[in-house]
């Protein structure tokens, strides 16, 4: 009993800590994030027993509820918070971390019928982007970013940052942990398409450089062969 008041507690704390629109603990019980996860464990703890028809019973009352779609089987850990929520998905073998922030429109899924392990495991203080989708039964290190709308299908390192469609890692950082203020920027991500074009653009003009020192040694080689012909009067 202890432990599920202090798992409560924690909940209210990190909806305060990570959204300033939060004025007060009373306010948090009005968050779909805070009742998807009392329903989550609530849930969980009937899968863990074998009492599969419950636990999805709970689990899609929480859905009407909530938004939300956690599947009774997923482990999650503690001080997740998912901002706004509506629309995300998390699927029966997905794992999360400690201090995981989610958007709304995220899934956490598989990307086929195969058995046993077929979704991510999400590591801790990570970031997920609104419509972000990681797929496939990898992981995803500590301290990670995922960009909005980013679609990851392989395994990503700590302290990266994930954008595009295929998700690329754009960023990589020595932070062990970011700060709160850190945790949410969703704003200050690398732009891969503009940083290709600064390489090539890095690129043209070193070529360019090349090429005028390559006419200026051929038209050197031109007057000194011209040179060479008018003293031997050809």
């Not at 329903?39 to 709970?58: K, N, P, S």
């Not at 496939?136 to 595009?164: C, H, M, Q, Y």
Request: charge should be positive; glycine fraction near 8%.
């Amino acid at each position: 009993m202890f432990k599920f008041i202090r798992m409560i507690k924690e909940e209210m704390d990190v909806i305060m800590e990570k959204d300033p629109a939060c004025k007060s603990r009373l306010e948090t019980l009005l968050y779909p994030s805070f009742w998807a996860i009392i329903y989550h464990r609530i849930a969980h703890w009937f899968y863990q027993r074998r009492m599969y028809f419950i636990a999805r019973w709970i689990s899609e009352r929480a859905r009407h509820k909530t938004g939300i779609e956690i599947h009774p089987g997923a482990k999650i850990g503690r001080r997740v918070f998912i901002d706004h929520g509506m629309g995300v998905v998390i699927g029966e073998t997905a794992e999360i971390g400690d201090d995981v922030l989610i958007y709304q429109g995220v899934t956490l899924g598989g990307t086929g019928k195969e058995k046993g392990k077929r979704h991510p495991t999400i590591g801790n203080n990570v970031l997920i982007g609104a419509g972000a989708k990681v797929l496939g039964p990898f992981k995803v290190g500590d301290n990670t970013k995922i960009g909005a709308n980013a679609v990851v299908l392989r395994e990503v390192e700590d302290n990266s940052t994930v954008v595009g469609v295929p998700g690329r890692v754009v960023r990589k950082e020595k932070k062990e942990k970011p700060t709160v203020e850190e945790q949410l920027d969703q704003i200050r991500f690398p732009d891969p398409l503009a940083m290709q074009i600064c390489r090539l653009e890095a690129r043209i003009e070193d070529l360019e450089k090349k090429l005028a020192e390559y006419e200026r040694r051929l038209k050197e080689y031109e007057a000194l062969q011209h040179s060479d012909n008018d003293k031997r009067g050809v």
